[in-house]
C-alpha cells in the first residue's frame, strides 16, 4: 500500500514537473522551491492538516493527499489567470487552528472531512503562491516557479503525514495531540495579532 501511494503520489508531482521547467533554467525553480519555507502560514496549515491526515490512518492517507495534490495544481495554475480575493492569512489560520483541535480531539471523522479540509487548504495555498508579475518574465519561467513551490509544499505534507501515521499509536496518540495542541495556540495567537493590527488596538 506504502508503495502503491508513493508512485501514485510521484506521477502527480511529475505532472507538475513538466519538461520545460528544465529549459527555463533551474533559478526559477529554486526559488519556486524554497518558497513555502518562507510563509510561515502555509507551514502552519500545512503542518496542522498533515497532522490530521496521519491521526485518521492509511485510508485518509491514500485517498486525501492525491486530491491535495490535484487541488493545488489547480491552485497554483489559477494564480495565472485570477488573483485572490481573499486574505490568505485570515483563511488559513482558521483552518490550522481547526485541524490542529481536530487532532486534539482525536476524533475518527468520515473521508470526507479531512478531504474537505485537504482540498480547501490547498487551493488557499496555491493561489498564495503566485509569482509576482515582473514585465516580459516568460510563462514557462512561472511555471518552474510555480512547480518548485507545488513540490516542496506536496513534499512537507507527505513527510508530516508519514510521521504522524507513526505516532497515532505512541502512548496512546498523547504526543501527536500535544503537537495538535501547538498547531491550534499557534494559529490563535498570531490570528489574535493580525486581528488586533486591522482592529487598531
Known sequence: MFHTLLTRLCLLGCLMV???????????????LSHPLTVPTQLVAIFSLGLLIGQQGWKHLTRVLPAFVVALAAGLVMTRYQSA????????????????????????????????IAVITAV???????????????VRKIYANLAGSGLTICGILLLISLIATLLRNVLQGVPLRILGAWATAGAVLVLTLRLSRVSGL
Request: aromatic share 10%; no cysteine.
Open 85 to 116: 480575493s481573499w486574505n490568505s492569512e485570515m483563511m488559513l489560520l482558521p483552518l490550522a487552528a481547526i485541524g490542529g483541535l481536530l487532532v486534539m480531539l482525536k476524533w475518527q471523522l468520515p473521508v470526507g472531512v479531512t478531504f474537505t
Open 124 to 138: 488557499i495555498v496555491g493561489m498564495d503562491s503566485a509569482v509576482p508579475v515582473i514585465p516580459g518574465l516568460q
Open 18 to 32: 513538466p519538461a520545460t521547467t528544465f529549459a527555463a533554467g533551474t533559478n526559477f525553480f529554486v526559488q519556486g
